[in-house]
């Protein structure tokens, strides 16, 4: 196994889990999934987020998701996300992660709780005590607690965060963020912002859609990272209709119905997700197959 300095650098995927059609989870389909993103040009992966709908396995599929991609691309190329109604659960979590050779995981604060600023710096401080690098991932619209730069700051001060996947599209945190914990790694956190983020100085990017066009949202990625806007802005001027789906509450059905149109296994969803309705349905598979007509990948 390599490792990798900063394991939450790079375009890491937020991955879709593919499931059957009696909605059990394709393990095997999974593990050839996260082997195809690092030979499109993805860093690794971040297995049980939310588009990974991590909310609906069962401890035994959850710990099985982490065990599966470690085992196809390596524990330095898998950040779980270790979410969790409280924070013994998610330190358990992050012990999992650990104890299967990650080395860096991702967590929100507490989610299903409107949590003060003292309850969210325990709960941060409970699940570093795993001893693996926490990358925090702020979520205002779906947790109500919002990490703001202040509070990312002191988390950070306290050695209790290396980065923070910043999902509010919000790109003015980033320069605050920037001024108050200059060694705080910024991640891009909603794909429709990549261009704005990378140029206020992200060094990296938890994506979601890459499971279904790995090769051109890597390009996008790098031409960003490096300011050269000639090939950025074509990229993400064709990229764009796709990538802000990732930002709407029908992000998983939508992503996964790119991926079976690209000729990857998205599936289905579990409930409580539906198919999309068909005006949505139509919209994603129109700009999916217009990407794929000119080329992308």
Request: glycine share 8%; aromatic share 6%; hydrophobic share 45%.
């Amino acid at each position: 196994m390599t490792t990798r300095v900063k394991p939450w650098r790079g375009v890491m995927v937020a991955t879709a889990l593919p499931l059957r059609e009696d909605l059990s989870v394709d393990f095997d389909a999974y593990a050839e999934h996260c082997r195809w993103l690092v030979a499109g040009g993805c860093d690794g992966v971040v297995p049980n987020g939310s588009l990974g709908e991590y909310q609906t396995l069962t401890p035994e599929e959850r710990a099985q998701v982490v065990e599966t991609a470690v085992a196809a691309i390596g524990g330095d190329r898998v950040m779980p996300g270790i979410a969790a109604y409280g924070a013994a659960e998610a330190r358990r979590w992050a012990e999992q992660a650990r104890d299967a050779g990650c080395q860096a995981v991702m967590l929100l604060p507490p989610n299903a709780y409107r949590a003060d600023e003292r309850i969210v710096v325990e709960h941060y401080r409970e699940v570093a005590k795993a001893g693996v690098p926490v990358v925090a991932y702020n979520n205002p619209y779906d947790t109500k607690v919002d990490l703001t730069p202040e509070l990312l700051a002191r988390l950070h001060a306290e050695g209790l965060i290396v980065a923070v996947k910043e999902f509010t599209g919000d790109v003015r945190r980033a320069y605050e963020i920037a001024e108050l914990a200059p060694d705080l790694d910024l991640l891009v956190g909603s794909d429709d912002v990549l261009l704005e983020l990378a140029l206020a100085g992200a060094v990296g990017w938890v994506a979601g859609y890459p499971n279904a066009l790995p090769e051109s949202s890597v390009a996008l990625y790098k031409a960003a990272l490096a300011g050269d806007l000639t090939t950025a802005l074509p990229l993400y001027r064709a990229l764009h209709p796709l990538l802000r789906w990732d930002s709407k509450t029908v992000f998983v059905q939508a992503i996964k119905l790119s991926m079976d149109l690209a000729g990857r296994k998205g599936g289905p969803c579990r409930p409580p997700r539906l198919p999309l309705v068909a005006e949505e349905e139509a919209l994603v598979r129109a700009a999916t197959e217009k990407a794929l007509a000119e080329g992308l990948r």
